[in-house]
């Protein structure tokens, strides 16, 4: 299994000895080995350190923020992605978070896996999150970036070659491959086009035994 974030909505956030039976947990999306920049700004409405609603410690180690906020927050920073590959995911993205059954007040972040890949106690690793999530201008300039509209290569004739080279056989060289803009994989490392209200920890199923 890899070690992933996990972001849901919940209606309440997360106390000590709290009464379970009124919260609801709605999966939202999970991404494999990172936290990406997506869960970072739709963490971004007045965040703020919590218990884990997934693993049993007394620790604040998930973070919750505004729901309404965030989503707002990610619909400006995506609003400045001109790249046509990316906007049938931004599209997809604002319908999945807009729909009402996946709205709630918070959303909460669990990157308990991923702390766990570091030596770092796991609430310091929490509360660093919590302040990139309070400073992400860096992180957002950065991911913009990566996601301008590639440069077109302009192809370039080999140079002739001269006497001396002819006469002992050398071949002219190609100019070498420049690397190409991944469009894709940079969507995909923005948090995009995971959607999804079934993560590998599950509480929807909580509802069903209760009926």
């Not at 923020?65 to 920073?77: H, K």
């Not at 996946?102 to 909460?108: D, G, L, R």
Request: charged share 20%; net charge negative.
């Amino acid at each position: 299994m890899a070690n992933r974030s996990y972001l849901y909505s919940t209606n309440i956030i997360p106390e000590p000895n709290q009464n379970e039976s009124s919260r609801v947990l709605t999966g939202i999306s999970e991404y494999n080995y990172d936290i990406p920049i997506v869960f970072k700004v739709l963490l971004s409405g007045n965040p703020q350190a919590c218990i884990s609603v997934i693993w049993d410690s007394a620790e604040k180690i998930a973070l919750i923020g505004d729901y309404q906020t965030g989503v707002q927050n990610l619909e400006e920073f995506l609003a400045k992605i001109v790249l046509p590959e990316a906007q049938v995911p931004i599209a997809e993205a604002l319908e999945f978070l807009k729909d009402p059954k996946n709205q709630s007040q918070y959303f909460i972040l669990e990157c308990g896996e991923i702390f766990e890949m570091s030596e770092t106690p796991v609430e310091v690793q929490n509360l660093s999150l919590l302040n990139q999530i309070k400073n992400l201008q860096p992180e957002i300039a950065a991911a913009y970036q990566l996601l301008l509209p590639p440069t077109p290569v302009v192809s370039k004739q080999p140079k002739p070659i001269g006497f001396l080279a002819k006469l002992f056989g050398r071949r002219p060289t190609s100019p070498k491959a420049l690397p190409v803009h991944h469009s894709e994989q940079a969507i995909y490392d923005l948090g995009l086009g995971l959607w999804s209200n079934i993560l590998y920890f599950d509480f929807s199923e909580s509802d069903d035994d209760q009926n």
